[in-house]
Each structure stands twice: as C-alpha cells, then as structure tokens.
C-alpha cells in the first residue's frame, strides 16, 4: 500500500495531465459542435490517406496500362490498314488481311547528325525483321534496318540515306521524299512535275509504291515550293507530322506479302 501511495506521489503531476486531458476530451465529445469537428477532421485524415494511396496505386499500374493500351492500338491500326476507307466516296479498297501492326518503345537515338538512327525495345524473338515500316499514330517514322534478338535499330525519315515513295495528297502524283540533312524538323519533296503548282498547306502522304507502307500515310506539308529553272522537275520544302525529338511510342508494319513482292522485284531487274 505504501508503495502504491509513493508511487502515485512520485508521478502525481503526470496523472493529473492525463485526467484533465480525458476530462477535456469528454468535455468535447459532449459539445456537438466540437465533436462534428473532431469527426470532420479525422475523416479529411484519413481521406486523404487513402486518397494518397489509391494515386499511388495508380502511378505504379501506370506503364502496365500504357503497354495494354499500346497493344491495343496495334490492334486497332492493323485493322484500320486491313479494311482501309476511302473516305472521299465512303467506299472500300481492295481488303488485304496481311499485315499485322506490331507496337515498340523507343529506348535511345539521335537527331543531330547526318546518319541518325533509333534504337527500340523489339528484335527477331518479337516478329521484326529488316525492312519493316515505322510509324508513329499515322505519321511515317522510318525503317527497320538492323535486328537483334530483343532490339532494333531504324533508319528514320531524318537520315541523309532514306528516300520514301510519296504522292501529292490533293493530285496524287508521285514524289520522292528525302532528308537534306540540315534541319530534323523538314525534308526535301524532290521529282515533283514541272507543271504541278504546290501551296503552303498541301499534305504529303505515303504513295503506296514501296513495300514498306501502305498509300495514305502522313509525311508532311508543304512549307515552300521551289521551282528548278530548266529542270524537268521541281522541289519543295516539306514540315514533317513526325516530332522526331518527342518520339516514344511507335508500331512496326508487318507486311506478309512484302517477300513475294520483293522476289518478283529482283528476279524482273535481272531479265
């Protein structure tokens, strides 16, 4: 008993603190106002805890979303190549069923040089090959040039060697479509007809004729025209769709029929 009573003598000022903390608390309970507040409080605590949480959550389901919907994409533009519309007279092409879009991250390059070049995250184990068209949403990229097992390297449309088969939207003629080197943001429309007027504004598309994009895909438009006093053709400076320095995202064209093309190809330059 004595020792009870020196105990609570020892730690009386203590005790006193925490009973007139439990008796003010039950003061506050007792007054709806404060009590609404208490209550009001701890909810916004807690909401925001969970709230935190649950943002969390999402950040880190992030990039399995953004793979899911990529895929997706792939699946969707593949179907778009597949059944293509002319929308002009709302009537079809003739239906191909033999490509197939594969989706890729682009994971290193460069678009300061001469030689530029992208590196992404496919290779051989996931269906690339060389010779494979590169785009960004419908935006012309490049194409693949070399394969690993699990990476690729791609010739961009910003590269002084790459050379795509282009058409005048408006017309459809034929056109070629190279990179002078200078600025990564242009490219040069050459082989254009002498007797074409070309406009600021007028939209550079794919022509269809190589075997590395289907007719229709967006290149460019045209930022100034050019004519070559005693030429047979004319050439025009061309603002690309492609944003070269803010590229991620790209998907692969795989054309099923592209081997036989190019068989024929050679065996018809070598009769």
């Known amino acids: 008993m004595r020792r009870l009573i020196n105990l609570i003598y020892k730690y009386h000022l203590f005790l006193l603190f925490l009973l007139l903390e439990l ?34 959550q999402e950040y880190l389901n992030l990039k399995q979303e953004n793979d899911k919907l990529q895929k997706e994409n792939a699946k969707l533009r593949s179907t778009i190549l597949n059944f293509p519309v002319l929308e ?28 530029n070049y992208f590196m992404i995250n496919k290779g051989s184990k996931d269906g690339i090959r060389p010779d494979m068209g ?46 002078d080197g200078v600025d990564y943001r242009y490219a040069k429309l050459i082989d254009i007809p002498n007797h074409l007027e070309l406009f600021p504004g007028d939209t550079i598309v794919t ?30 400076k061309v603002k690309l769709f492609a944003d070269f320095d803010a590229l991620q995202n790209v998907y692969l064209i795989d054309n099923y029929h ?10 018809a330059t070598h009769e």
């Open 88 to 115: 002009e007279n709302l009537r079809f092409f003739e239906i191909d069923t033999n490509v197939v879009i594969i989706p890729a991250k682009i994971i290193s390059g460069q678009i300061s040089n001469n030689h």
């Open 207 to 236: 022509s269809g004729y190589s075997f590395y994009f289907p007719p229709g895909l967006l290149l460019g438009t045209v930022s100034e025209y050019y004519h070559d006093e005693g030429a047979n053709f004319n050439h025009a």
């Open 258 to 267: 592209q081997n036989q093309q190019d068989s024929l190809l050679n065996s």
């Open 134 to 179: 590169v785009i960004s949403e419908d935006v012309v990229v490049g194409i693949t040039t070399r394969v690993s097992t699990a990476y690729s390297l791609l010739l961009p449309v910003i590269n002084v060697n790459s050379k795509i088969s282009a058409k005048i939207k408006k017309n459809n003629y034929k056109a070629s479509l190279i990179w």
């Open 23 to 56: 008796l003010g608390f039950i003061l506050l309970l007792n007054n709806r106002y404060q009590r609404a507040a208490i209550v009001n409080s701890t909810n916004a605590v807690t909401g925001g805890y969970f709230s935190a949480i649950e943002n969390m």
